[in-house]
């Protein structure tokens, strides 16, 4: 495309887009924030049912106190009640979710063999305060026969997710991107604060819903601003790394998480520690590609005079120049083609094309099992990455640091050893990681947090480099549509991500035991399509359904520039 001599002329990643992109990346910080915040919002500390009436003694086991507070710390559910003996001499029996009023007892012991009444506990528990001082749960008492309540909270926050990125992706191609930046940066702001303020679980669930849809209007609109004031050099690198931002948003979470035990406090500090976005975004310019394909070009001259007076640069380019080119050979274009759309409007392209032949079903099946895979296995590491004992602090936090790294690693590797190099290893490294936690002993907690953070460490690279490698694998006549399914297949992963780390009270690893399994399966699959480093983009299904046949080194620098530049206006979709 002839606007990216822009980049040419005044620098692929100067001053001005520098400036930009760091800016407009701190914002995204406050994504990563609303996803995982719920991880302590809807935490659920250790409870019993209350009674009526002062308690006076505490029996569990061989342990005695004079206050439920005191013994609630070390109580697990499961193992046996809690006696108490009231200031009226009654005696009860608590667990979770219902007591039992002991018939005349002689004396305070712990087992019991006579008569006993058993109750509902009626909306009344006693919540453990030694991690948890305040939470939704122990606000709304979501518990017991409202538990599920609870666990809606991050799937429905999902589905928002999902919601926001198809209706603000399509709203920033007709209005721009810069007033969705700034209209969902607001909203993140706004909401976020009214979320702590929300005094009930519907209103809060509600506006958590409508949070996510900003959330991940930003994150998908914000991916497109940032590559399109980028040049084709660095592309590759700084979309990859807006997902860095992403995970420093997950590490905000775990420092607020431990510093913060009141939830609506925690919320509102959450929400405004990227406020001072708000400041400047306002002064944001438009991109030169939105500019250029509106017909703006008396603001795309005044864009490209500051780039270069930022840059330091003399601005020789004219806006009225940049798509000459296109002009000048598209009648030319139009006779040549003219023949080739009569023959192409006959036949309309549906997601059946994408299953045109036995050797396309293969690669579609596993490309979408890619997408699934590396969005399920993202949110299970770092929602559940609470679950894995030791401090849960330290875990979200480790959580979102390997993924630094992971990127870095990526992009490296990608281009040096291949798409398919990278991807299937990654894919292995992480079954094989979560896979070992079978076989590591009970007590050493140490070995099974690390093997579960490579575990997020390696999906983390698989997720950020299935976008190209699918501009890669499918002709131009339905990669967009290839990158739309898996993008969906990806959203899925996300929203039944959820509900697998509710797996966790089954067996604490289960969750991850699943993304293992599922992960080196796929991996296997992967070795079987084929590399695309260095292959031209395809046109055609024909030339598509040949690739890893036989070998193609032609125009393959084109074809790096084309593939890097179909992911770029893509990716983002899935944190969307």
């Known amino acids: 495309m002839s606007v990216e001599r822009i980049f040419d ?26 996803y995982l915040a719920s991880v302590f919002l809807v935490e659920t500390p250790n409870f019993v049912c209350s009674v009526p009436g002062n308690i006076t003694d505490v029996l569990y086991g061989n342990l005695t106190a004079s206050s439920l507070e005191d013994i609630l710390p070390v109580f697990e559910a499961g193992t046996g009640p809690l006696v108490v003996r009231t200031a009226d001499g009654e005696q009860w029996e608590l667990s979770q979710c219902q007591c039992a009023l002991r018939t005349d007892p002689k004396d305070f012991t712990y087992n019991f063999d006579g008569n006993k009444t058993v109750k509902a506990c009626n909306g009344n528990f006693v919540y453990d305060h030694t991690e948890v001082y305040q939470s939704i749960v122990t606000d709304w008492d979501l518990v017991c026969e409202r538990e599920w309540l609870a666990k809606l909270c991050q799937p429905t926050f999902m589905l928002g997710v999902l919601i926001g990125a198809l209706v603000f992706g399509d709203i920033a191609d007709r209005v721009g991107r810069v007033r969705i930046l700034m209209f969902t940066s607001i909203c993140q702001f706004v909401l976020g604060v009214c ?24 994150l998908v609109v914000v991916f497109v601003y940032v590559t399109e004031f980028t040049g084709n050099k660095v592309r590759t690198w700084t979309s990859m790394h807006v997902h860095a931002a992403f995970a420093v948003g997950i590490m905000v979470v775990a420092l607020t998480g431990y510093l913060v035990r009141v939830w609506w406090i925690y919320q509102i500090i959450l929400s405004t520690c990227t406020s001072p976005f708000l400041l400047f975004c306002w002064k944001f310019p438009e991109t030169p590609f939105y500019l250029m394909a509106k017909g ?16 330091g640069l003399e601005c020789r380019l004219r806006a009225e120049n940049l798509l000459e080119p296109e002009e000048q050979n598209g009648r030319a274009l139009l006779e040549k ?16 094309d994408l299953f045109s032949s036995w050797r396309m079903v293969g690669r579609t099946c596993t490309v979408w099992a890619i997408w699934f895979i590396g969005s399920l296995g993202y949110y299970v590491f770092s929602l559940g990455s609470v679950n894995l004992g030791g401090n849960q602090y330290i875990n979200l936090f480790l959580a979102g640091a390997v993924e630094i790294p992971s990127y870095l690693v990526g992009c490296f590797a990608m281009d040096r050893i291949g798409r398919k190099r990278t991807c299937a290893p990654a894919l292995l490294l992480a079954g094989i990681a979560c896979m070992l936690i079978i076989v590591v002993p009970p007590n050493i907690e140490v070995l099974a947090i690390a093997l579960c953070m490579t575990g997020k460490f390696a999906i983390a690279i698989a997720f950020g480099l299935i976008y190209l490698y699918t501009c890669e694998l499918y002709p131009t006549i339905i990669r967009s549509l290839a990158v739309g399914s898996g993008s969906m297949m990806c959203r899925v992963g996300s929203v039944v991500a959820p509900f697998c780390v509710y797996l966790s009270t089954v067996w604490v690893y289960l969750p991850q035991l699943i993304v293992g399994i599922l992960a080196f399966i796929i991996g296997v699959l ?13 046109t055609t299904l024909e030339e598509a359904e040949a690739l890893g046949r036989k070998p193609s080194k032609k125009n393959s620098a084109l074809a790096n520039k084309d593939a890097e530049d179909g992911l770029e206006m893509t990716q983002h979709a899935d944190r969307a």
């Open 9 to 34: 002329e005044l620098g692929h990643f100067k001053r001005f887009q520098a400036c930009l992109y760091f800016a407009a990346v701190f914002q995204a910080v406050a994504c990563g924030i609303h």
């Open 195 to 218: 979320v702590a303020f929300s005094g009930n679980y519907y209103f809060f669930v509600v506006l958590r819903f409508v949070l996510a849809m900003v959330s991940s209007g930003y």
């Open 337 to 352: 083609e003219s023949g080739e759309k009569t023959l192409q409007s006959e036949k309309k392209l549906s997601i059946l």
């Open 526 to 538: 992967t070795l079987l399509l084929p590399e695309t480093l260095g292959k031209p983009l395809t």
């Open 296 to 311: 703006r070009y008396k603001e795309t001259q005044t864009l490209l005079d500051t780039i270069a007076r930022f840059n």
